[in-house]
């Protein structure tokens, strides 16, 4: 709810390490996230009528809101919301696992989970300019991979965001320069499955 604090990082800048460098976290949490925030705040300060939405409330009916700061509400609260889950499903036990019911599911709905991360990994790499790949479950329950342009976050396509690849370049530049495929291989080391676990069975409920 506004207004919108940052959120600390769930681990050490070192803790993602070699895979992303403490530099290019701490640029992309120090400046980038936190612009977010900051301009998120910024356009909600005059629209005291939003300043009871919680984030998600904010952000999962576009259309319902003033079209004056819409589109802004669109990319600095999805900036915020996308970026908070970046943060958390990643972590400092490198090279997890999916298990149970996510794992389950996994297998359910994408053959097999190499056959998931194929799929993932190839829509992120591929996908063109500044966006996110991302692992969704939709209104049925069934699990989703799609690629989304700038912030704009799953909630607003009715889709419950279980992971994502931040494709912008600001989130790979400093230790991979233009290298994105790179990058993607490199984030599947450090993605904690035990965060998304939690995610998928909190939906579930
Ligand atoms: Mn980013």
Request: charged share 20%.
């Amino acid at each position: 709810m506004y207004p919108y604090k940052i959120v600390s990082l769930p681990y050490a800048l070192t803790a993602l390490e070699p895979y992303i460098d403490s530099r290019t976290l701490e640029f992309h949490y120090g400046k980038h996230y936190v612009g977010y925030i900051e301009n998120l705040n910024r356009v909600l300060a005059p629209k005291t009528e939003y300043h009871s939405y919680t984030l998600e409330q904010l952000l999962k009916d576009p259309v319902k809101l003033d079209e004056d700061v819409r589109q802004q509400i669109i990319n600095f609260g999805g900036g915020v919301y996308n970026h908070e889950l970046f943060w958390q499903i990643l972590g400092a036990e490198h090279d997890q696992k999916p298990e149970g019911l996510l794992a389950e599911a996994l297998v359910r709905d994408f053959g097999s989970f190499e056959k998931f991360q194929e799929q993932l990994t190839k829509i992120s790499a591929s996908w063109f300019g500044s966006g996110w790949g991302w692992l969704c479950v939709d209104k049925a329950g069934k699990l989703v991979i799609m690629g989304i342009g700038n912030q704009e976050c799953p909630l607003s396509k009715r889709l419950y965001p279980l992971l994502a690849f931040d494709v912008w370049e600001h989130a790979y530049y400093l230790q991979y320069q233009n290298r994105r495929a790179e990058f993607i291989v490199a984030c599947w080391h450090v993605i904690n499955w035990r965060a998304i676990e939690q995610r998928y069975e909190l939906f579930l409920k």
